[in-house]
């Protein structure tokens, strides 16, 4: 009966985040070798209303790291490699511009490489079929962002060398290896390196939220994403992986352990990731996490070594709420049982949430803003998000549907220091307080209603990807694709901004006066974004 109880819980969760008429999820949860939830939500294809079936197969994004990191885990048994090798001994001539790079800064995204895709010029490459050598060719020459072990910042170019590094030790494609060495090896026959062109049975449709409802994901070929995330499975084959992992089937226990602990950075403090696992402590259990998002797919996957539970949400939608990574966690707390139970908001006075308001440091390039409207406390990091903070203990605040907790630093006399973000994995972010005045708010003037259409229309961020501007009651929003809808204001009649994100967007108009072009400034990136329609 508890059983029964445990699982109508998790399918209540489900059923929540996932309607019959949208795209949806594939489910499964093991505890000790049993299923106590197999079940697919939603559909698989819009455009032709079939249901979405558990044994389907998904992109599954970055979790395809994990299979990289056990890849090279196997060179390392069998006397290929070692971790704290520098990546030229394989790689001889990639520029490390004086540094040393070892394989386990690649694992662990601590290396200081540029990522490819955080890149300006990577958007408009999406439908390029690229080798491995042009893709490589897209970051080497940029400049380093830290010293090699120094930070930890998420790296997607790190797992293309490690791709190029297994492929030079076994003289295979990475394709081709993880084929034989895994996915034949366990009977994954629902598990391939995807191609969009190949006939795959059961392989369900990607999809973006567009302006007006759900659009087919954009393209995006499968050359680049590689050994960072080009891979598609099933529930059923990351279970039988997982439960391969367990037994021992891949690799012996204490190399795995090494992929299962948290790496510490040059400064000893530990950045809570090993080698495509992210790593942390729930309830006294270790969970192993990770997500992954590629156009048109969302996953997230869980295991908890200790009480023999995996759980995996693949998702044929880019951005659903709540992620999947959340919904996977939840549904594995529920498995060890142990609910997670979100925090509780308390109340606190509005004059004393401008205690917290203020300027903190995260490094010499970004920040983070905390500012104070009508009650309700932000924080926005330089060039991202607005969050809502909200009060739950002491000077410790929450944001909505996410584990991330925010905790404010005083020294004895009450005076604030800084601020330090928990998250589930991932390092601790500490951010003294500075003595910086606040950013100056932005003042909006009014637009004349009668000239708001010119600049509605459809903008190419990238090939087949187009940012929407529209009209709707009368006020001007823009979409991205996967993205909610923002409000425009006007700084001036060219130069608009939403309040909700770090960017302003620069119009160009035509003799006639309506849009034919905007640049997007967010950070220390631009994009120019052509009318497309």
Partial sequence: MAEQKLIQKMDEILQAAFTPDKPGAAVLVMKAGQVLLRKGYGLANLELNVPLEPHMIFRIGSVTKQFTAVCILMLLEEGNLSLQDEITRFLPDYPTQGRKITIEHLLTHTSGIQ?????????TLWRKDMTLEELINLFKDHPMQFEPGERFVYNNSGYILLGAILEKISGKPYAQFVQERIFDRLGMAHTLYDDPARVVAGRAAGYSLGADGYINAPYLSMTQPYAAGALASSVDDLARWDAALSAGELLRPETLA?????????????????????VSE????????????????LCGTARVPEAQVYVAVLTNIEAPKPAPS?????????????????????EVPAEALQDYVG??????KEQRVVTCAEGQLYSQRTGGTRLKLYPYAPDAFFIEDAPDLFRFLRAEDGKMTGMEIVRRFGPREHSPKSDKPLPQERTAIPLDPATLERYVGAFELAPGMAITVSLEDGKLVAQAPGQEKLALFAE???????????????????????????????????YVCKKVG
């Fill in 282 to 297: 729930y309830e006294g259990f270790l969970f192993l996490e990770h997500s992954g998002g590629i156009n048109g797919f």
């Fill in 258 to 278: 090494l992929a299962h602990r948290s790496y510490h950075l040059l400064d000893g403090s530990p950045v809570n990731y090993g080698y495509g696992w992210g």
């Fill in 115 to 123: 990522s490819y895709t955080g890149l300006t010029e990577w958007l």
């Fill in 326 to 346: 959340m919904l996977a966690f939840q549904l594995a707390a529920l498995a060890v049982g142990k609910p997670y139970a979100p925090p509780t908001p308390i």
């Fill in 492 to 526: 001036t009649p060219e130069r608009l901004f939403p309040r909700e994100v770090e960017l302003t967007i620069a119009f160009t108009f035509d003799a006639q006066g309506r849009a034919v072009s905007f640049t997007l400034y967010q950070g220390s990136e631009t």
């Fill in 359 to 364: 300027v903190y440091t995260i490094n010499e």
